[in-house]
C-alpha cells in the first residue's frame, strides 16, 4: 500500500517537472522571438557628406531574421564561433563560471540563513531585540542594492584615506573581489527570506496543532520546529522569487564593480546588438531558474507531508 | 514605538521634499577653473557634477521630475492592471490564460533585460513620442504581476456573501465592479500602489545605469550615427557615467542613489502607514 502511494507521489511528482520543462521551453522560445527583433541600423551612403543611418522594421524582417536564425544554429551545430575565434559557447562558459561564484553562495544564504533569521525573529518578537530586528530588516530591505553596493565603496574609500590597508576594490582578478558583489546582492533577498518565514509562521499561530504540541508538554522550541515544517511550502515557492532577485541585480551590480562575468556581459551584447553572445549568456541565466524551479518542487514533495504537496 | 512615530509620519514625509522643491529654485552654475567636479565640502554638502553644478540643488530640482514619471509609470501600471485583472478573474476569452504565460515569462527573465530589449527597439527609438512609448514599455513591463495580486483579490472578494446577493439583484458586471468590488478593493490597491512607486524608482535607477531613461532626443552625430542625448534633471540620468565615475568622483553617483534610496523609504513607509490606518479601521478595537 505504501509503495503504491509512493509511486502515485513519483508521478504526480514528475508530472510536475514535466509541466514545468513544458513552460520552460514556451518561454525560451518566446525570449528568442524577443531578442530578434529586428534592432539593426542600415548605412546608406550617398557622398562623402551625405551618410544617412536607417533602422528598418517590417514583419518581412523579422521573418528573414528568425530563418536566418534557425539555419545559422543548424548550419554551427550550436552557437558558432566568437569573434576571437573560439566557440562563443566556451567564451560564455567563462563567464558564467565567474557569475556562479556569486549566485551559489547568494542564493544559500537568502535561503538558508533568511529561514533560520526569520525563525530567530519569530522566536524573539516579544522581546526588544526581535521587535528591533524587525524594525531594522524592514528599514534595510528599503535599500536598493546598487546604492548599498555604492555606499561601501564610499565608505571603503573614506577608510582608506584614514589608514585602513589597501586593497583593490573593482574587477574580478583578486580572490576577493567576488565579496564586495555578493554582500550587497545578498542583502535584500536575505531580509526578504527573514521577513517572509517570519511572517509565514505568524499565521500558523493560530492552529490547532500548535495547542496539541504544547498540550504533550514539549516547550516552545518544539513547536517551533512543528511550525517551520508546515511552513515549507511558502518558504520554498520564494526560492524562485530569490533566484529571479538575485539574477536581476547581478548585471547592475557585475558591471558597477567591474567584475567581467556574465551579467556584465549580457548587458553590453544587448546593448551591442550581439543575439547569438546574449542568447549564450542567457540561456545559462534561464537554465538556472528553470533549476531552481525543479528543485524547489523536489523538495516541496520530499519534505511536504503526503496529502499536503 | 519609533516605528509608530515614523508611521504616522510617514504620509506627510511627501510633502516635506515637495516644499523643498520650491524654496530652493536656484541652479548654482559657476565655472571655476579649476577641475569641475568638487568633492563634498562645506559650500556644496553633496559636491558637484561634472560641469560644476552643486549636486543637492540638482538632486531637489530633478526629485519632481523624477517622482512625477514614477508616479505616471504606477499610476498607467494600475489604470492597465485593473481591468485586465477583472476580465482575468471572469475568464473572459482566455484573458487568465494569457496573463498566467505573461507571468510565466517575467518569473523567468528579469525586468530589466526585457526593458532593455523592448527600449532599443526601432520603432520606438525614432518616433518622436519616444518618451511616452518607454513610460508605457516601463509600465507595461511589471504590470501583469499587478493584474495577478489584484486577480487573486478579487477571487477572494467573489467569493462572499453579499456579492451574490448583488448578483441576484441583477447588477451588471460593470456595475457590480463599481459597486461591490471596488470599495472593498480600495484600499488593498492604494497600498499595492504605493508599495509599487518604490519598485518603479529601483527599476528606474537599473535602467538608468545602462543608460536608458525616459527624457531622451535622438540626435544624428557627425559620423551618421543615431545617438541619445539626455536633456534632463532627473535622477536615474545622474547615475548614467556612474562606471567611470565610481572609480574617480564616487559622489556623483552616491548622492541620487542616495536620493532614490530615500524616495523608496518614504514609499515604503507610507505605504505600512496606510495599511496600518485601514487594518485598523477594519478591526475596530
Known amino acids: ?92 562558459a567563462i563567464f558564467v563560471k565567474r557569475s556562479i561564484k556569486i549566485i551559489l553562495p547568494a542564493f544559500m544564504v537568502s535561503m538558508l540563513l533568511g529561514t533560520l533569521m526569520g525563525a530567530l525573529q519569530f522566536y524573539r518578537r516579544k522581546k526588544f531585540s526581535g521587535k528591533l530586528q524587525n524594525f531594522l530588516s524592514w528599514l534595510f530591505s528599503s535599500i536598493p542594492d546598487f546604492f548599498l553596493f555604492i555606499a561601501i565603496q564610499y565608505l571603503l574609500i573614506l577608510l ?10 573593482y574587477g574580478h ?16 533577498p536575505f531580509l526578504h527570506m527573514s521577513r517572509f518565514t517570519s511572517a509565514a509562521l505568524e499565521n500558523e499561530m493560530g492552529e490547532e496543532y500548535v495547542r496539541t ?80 524551479i525543479i528543485l524547489s518542487q523536489i523538495a516541496k514533495f520530499w519534505l511536504m507531508p503526503k496529502g499536503r504537496a | 514605538m519609533l516605528l509608530l512615530a515614523i508611521t504616522f509620519a510617514g504620509p506627510y514625509l511627501p510633502f516635506v521634499d515637495r516644499e523643498l522643491t520650491k524654496i530652493t529654485y536656484i541652479l548654482n552654475e559657476d565655472k571655476k577653473p579649476v577641475i569641475p567636479p568638487y568633492p563634498p565640502s562645506e559650500e556644496y554638502i553633496f559636491g558637484t557634477d561634472k560641469s560644476g553644478r552643486d549636486l543637492l540643488s540638482l538632486i531637489i530640482l530633478g526629485a519632481k521630475e523624477t517622482i512625477l514619471l514614477v508616479a505616471c509609470i504606477t499610476g498607467l501600471r494600475y489604470t492597465l492592471a485593473i481591468p485586465l485583472s477583472f476580465l482575468a478573474h471572469k475568464k473572459w476569452m482566455g484573458t487568465h490564460l494569457f496573463l498566467k504565460w505573461l507571468n510565466g515569462l517575467l518569473s523567468y527573465i528579469p525586468t530589466i533585460i526585457i526593458v532593455m530589449l523592448l527600449a532599443m527597439l526601432p520603432p520606438f527609438l525614432l518616433t518622436e513620442h519616444r518618451p511616452l512609448f518607454l513610460l508605457l514599455i516601463i509600465g507595461l513591463a511589471e504590470m501583469p504581476r499587478a493584474a495577478e495580486m489584484i486577480k487573486l ?35 488593498k490597491l492604494l497600498v499595492y500602489m504605493v508599495t509599487d512607486l518604490g519598485k518603479v524608482m529601483f527599476l528606474l535607477g537599473q535602467l538608468g545605469f545602462v543608460g536608458i531613461f525616459i527624457s531622451q532626443d535622438l540626435v544624428q552625430s557627425m559620423g551618421g550615427d543615431w545617438q541619445l542625448v539626455n536633456n534632463s534633471i532627473s535622477w536615474p540620468m545622474m547615475l548614467m557615467k556612474a562606471f567611470e565615475d565610481i572609480r574617480g568622483p564616487i559622489w556623483i553617483p552616491f548622492f541620487p542613489a542616495f536620493a532614490m534610496t530615500c524616495a523608496i523609504l518614504t514609499f515604503n513607509i507610507f505605504a505600512q502607514g496606510l495599511k496600518s490606518f485601514f487594518t485598523k479601521k477594519v478591526r475596530y478595537i
Open chain 1, 1 to 92: 500500500m505504501y509503495i503504491f502511494h509512493f509511486f502515485l507521489r513519483g508521478e504526480a511528482m514528475l508530472y510536475s517537472i514535466l509541466k514545468s520543462a513544458a513552460v520552460f521551453l514556451l518561454i525560451l522560445i518566446g525570449f528568442i522571438l524577443i531578442l530578434l527583433l529586428p534592432r539593426e541600423q542600415e548605412i546608406t551612403v550617398f557622398s562623402a557628406f551625405h551618410v544617412e543611418a536607417d533602422y528598418p522594421f517590417s514583419f518581412e524582417l523579422y521573418k528573414e531574421r528568425i530563418q536566418d536564425f534557425t539555419v545559422y544554429i543548424v548550419t554551427e551545430k550550436g552557437l558558432g564561433d566568437a569573434r576571437s575565434g573560439r566557440p562563443v559557447s566556451e567564451e560564455s
Open chain 2, 153 to 187: 483579490e478579487f477571487d477572494q472578494i467573489s467569493s462572499k456573501e453579499y456579492i451574490y446577493g448583488g448578483i441576484a439583484a441583477g447588477a451588471s458586471p460593470y456595475r457590480l465592479f463599481r459597486t461591490y468590488y471596488l470599495p472593498f478593493l480600495f484600499s
Open chain 1, 213 to 292: 504540541t504544547y498540550a504533550k508538554g514539549l516547550g516552545d522550541f518544539k513547536a517551533l520546529l512543528h511550525m517551520l515544517w508546515n511552513c515549507w511550502s511558502p518558504i520554498l515557492n520564494q526560492a524562485q522569487l530569490v533566484m529571479l532577485y538575485i539574477l536581476s541585480s547581478l548585471p547592475i551590480i557585475e558591471k558597477l564593480a567591474g567584475y567581467n562575468g556574465a551579467g556584465k556581459e549580457l548587458l553590453f551584447s544587448i546593448t551591442s546588438n550581439d543575439e547569438i553572445k546574449a542568447l549564450s549568456l542567457m540561456l545559462p541565466f534561464l537554465f538556472i531558474m528553470f533549476i531552481t
Open chain 1, 160 to 169: 582608506m584615506q584614514q589608514g585602513l590597508p589597501y586593497f583593490k576594490l
Open chain 1, 173 to 188: 582578478e583578486n580572490w576577493y573581489s567576488f565579496l564586495l558583489p555578493l554582500i550587497s546582492l545578498s542583502v535584500f
